[in-house]
């Protein structure tokens, strides 16, 4: 796994619930990068902008990393990096969101990938 990692997903869903059902939608694009990645103390940072926008805790599985944001409302965000494909060069990845507006569900499920940033 490198260091730091740009990844972007473009396909996906979103969620709301609302008079008692869900309603899907498409949600748009969502790029973000993960720098100062250092598996042995499993932390990270979420980089948005250029800027480091929170701090991440990684739970290492087989074939994969999984990065988890606790948002400060204790909203959680979590992406899940696998290892690189050997045919494309990418490692693909998968970003789910789970919070709430005004009382209710939102979550998001996002497909992509990763490539490591030189």
Same mark, same amino acid.
Not at 1 to 8: A, K, R, S
Not at 29 to 37: C, H, N, V
Not at 106 to 113: D, E, K, N, P, R
């Given at each position: 796994?490198?260091?730091? =990692?740009?990844?972007?997903f473009?396909?996906?869903?979103?969620?709301?619930?609302?008079?008692?059902?869900?309603?899907?939608?498409?949600?748009?694009?969502?790029?973000?990068?993960?720098?100062?990645?250092?598996?042995?103390h499993?932390?990270?940072?979420?980089?948005?902008?250029?800027?480091?926008?929170?701090?991440?805790?990684?739970?290492?599985?087989?074939?994969?990393?999984?990065?988890?944001?606790?948002?400060?409302?204790?909203?959680?965000?979590?992406?899940?990096?696998?290892? !690189?494909?050997?045919?494309?060069?990418?490692?693909?990845?998968?970003?789910? !969101?789970?919070?709430?507006?005004?009382?209710?569900? =939102?979550?998001?499920?996002?497909?992509?990938?990763? =490539?490591?940033?030189?």
């Open positions: 796994m490198p260091t730091h =990692v740009v990844c972007d473009d396909k996906g869903y979103a969620w709301t619930y609302e008079a008692g059902k869900y309603q899907a939608s498409p949600p748009s694009d969502l790029a973000f990068e993960i720098g100062s990645i250092d598996l042995d499993q932390s990270a940072s979420l980089i948005l902008g250029g800027r480091t926008a929170a701090t991440l805790k990684i739970v290492r599985a087989i074939n994969a990393n999984h990065f988890l944001e606790v948002v400060n409302e204790g909203f959680l965000n979590l992406t899940t990096i696998y290892d !690189r494909d050997p045919a494309t060069g990418r490692f693909p990845a998968v970003h789910s !969101r789970h919070f709430g507006l005004f009382g209710q569900p =939102v979550f998001a499920q996002y497909a992509g990938s990763c =490539v490591a940033k030189p």
